[in-house]
């Protein structure tokens, strides 16, 4: 089967990686792809500071649903918001629920209580898939996660959550939870590194946490930013420009092959495409991704 | 030449992927090249500074003198959010039974973790134990990396803010009996009532439970952290406190980049050089005539050149007077002493005097 189709038949994208690498711009590309195969796709942005919108070329979600497309929407959902609404849901009642929403206990408990915020995103997220979301709905989420470390306390706070309590509709929902993460028929993750020391290492070890955690290897990995080869590397650049563009792929070669000998499951490459950032980048990125995806095989 | 000894100080901030780490080392040498007794802190979770500086473990939580050459001598610790967190712990617990206690509940594991801006709040906790104790002319601090860089400079306000709040007196009542029962929360009126018989219909009673117990184990210990909170509030804002603050050309980071130094200033921090890292140089005017098609990659390069000149023209012309320093993108990122030189010295000579 190839990544494609592999990544087609599932509801739930998560996409994470080391700050800065480009997991925006992959999570907006692989919406784009998605969509453009007719399966309506939810985009989750968790980021307060919005920016999955330009690269659609849309206003700004503000927590609301924003179209992108005749199959693709976005959406900046702030665990806040999903929090305030499970209030509203179970207290009915309106002034009740202000006053609950608006006290300083509420507040900290929010802060404090550990997977919480986690679990509204990924709550929400699977109310969505499921058709319990109100007005909203959706055949494929990509969660445009926040960087790795706090990538990787998202997938696991429902069993560490669920590990902790036991009793209740919190502790019954973060194991339904967590059944639906641990699920890989259902639950793709995509790591989304560049070719270069310090992204690898860390997409590396994320890869290894998420082994020992949820006892898989991430679905997939995305090689972005890749400096076009060096044709002919005889004799010695006479620019600085040309010098640094043979060191920095030289790197990209090295920690490709890195990923090689180390990367425990399929993989693909984007180039590093000179387009200013909007929505003409996922554009371009589009076939690329889809082809490499299209061309892959998923290991078994 | 700089007067960077000028400021005992120098916290580095920016958002992450901008190289604060590296620089933050190269500024700790130049401070130390200066003739100044130097330490270097980060709190870079992948603890890039260990093989950058080639300290290793034994710097994890701990200072590590680093064998420069330089007039000053310099130190480097890699920060230890939870080691710095269970020592507080230990310190200011009135005996080792109230530590175990905290130490040992389950819910502190994730709650060191996950309270928001403990790790924000570690660096600065850490850092006014080296503060106080005098022994350094400077102290360069690399900040974690934050979605948001301002994470780090309200960490102390906001765990002061916690501390001051109605949720801490109400986490600190006796909700629980002996038997683990919840007490009548009547005298908290119908707002206490509806807020605890939600939480008790939507957490489970377990939970909170668990979390009572985790803030009345802590509950001896307020006093002294929100102490240091006040005092590390003042050091951050200390004449001799001095941010730098670090970005990248892209111009797509500008508005933050302006958001960022107009917060610290307006909050009463002293705002050092903003720098710009990593900027890709731009193509020699006379090359491209005269080549005969250009690879794809020269292609990129100009492209690359072009989009971080327009992003540093733009941040400067906002900038006005302020100085503004761009280090250039370096092919290899410094990974010992020699390679980092090589950036200090680009730093050096660009630092405004």
Known sequence: ?300 | MTPLLDHSLVVVVGSGGVGKTTLAAALALEAARQGGDTLVMTFDPSMRLKDTLGVGERARDREVEIRTGTRGRMWASLLDARATFDRLVRRYAPDDEAATRILTNRLYAHLSGTLAGVLEYMAVERLFEVASDGRYDCVVLDTPPTRQALDFLEAPDRIIGFLDSGALRIALKPWFDREGHLRGASRFGPVGRSVEHFFDRVVGLSLLRDMAEFFQAFGPLYAGFRERATEVAALLRASRTVFVLVTRAEEERIPETLFFARRLVESGHRLGPLVVNMRHPEPARDRARGTVSPDDGDQLMAWLGARDRRGLDRLRARMATHPVIDLPLLAEEPTGLSSLDHLRAILAERLPS
Do not use: C
């Open chain 1, 1 to 300: 089967m190839s990544l494609l189709a592999d990544l087609a038949s599932r509801r739930f994208l998560v996409v994470t990686g080391k700050g800065g690498v480009g997991k925006s711009v992959v999570s907006a590309t692989l919406g784009r792809i998605a969509s453009g195969e007719g399966r309506h796709t939810l985009l989750l942005e968790v980021d307060p500071r919005e920016n999955l919108h330009e690269l659609l070329g849309v206003a700004p979600s503000g927590g609301e649903v924003v179209t992108a497309g005749p199959a693709l929407r976005l959406q900046n959902l702030q665990p806040r918001q999903v929090l305030e609404q499970v209030v509203r849901d179970h207290l009915r009642i309106e002034w009740l629920s202000k006053r609950v929403v608006a006290s300083p206990v509420f507040e900290h408990f929010v802060d404090a209580a550990p997977g919480l915020k986690e679990l509204a995103i990924l709550g929400h997220a699977y109310r969505v898939l499921t058709g319990k979301a109100r007005r909203q709905s959706a055949d494929l989420v990509i969660l445009d996660a926040p960087a790795t470390g706090h990538g990787l306390s998202m997938l696991t706070a429902p069993q560490v959550v669920s590990d902790v309590i036991k009793e209740g509709p919190f502790g019954h929902m973060a194991g339904e939870l967590a059944a639906f993460i641990g699920n890989a028929a259902e639950t793709g993750v995509v790591v989304v590194t560049q070719a270069e020391e310090m992204p690898v290492q860390e997409g590396l070890e994320l890869a290894q946490r998420m082994q020992l955690s949820l006892g898989r290897w991430p679905e997939l990995l995305v090689v972005n930013g890749l400096y076009p080869p060096v044709r002919d590397r005889r004799g010695s650049p006479d620019s600085e420009l040309t010098r640094l563009w043979h060191t920095r792929r030289a790197i990209n070669e090295r920690e490709l092959g890195r990923l090689g000998a180390l990367w425990r499951g399929p993989r693909v490459e984007l180039p590093f495409v000179p387009i200013d950032r909007g929505p003409a980048l996922p554009t371009a990125l589009a076939p690329v991704l889809r082809h490499a995806l299209a061309e892959a095989e998923v290991l078994v």
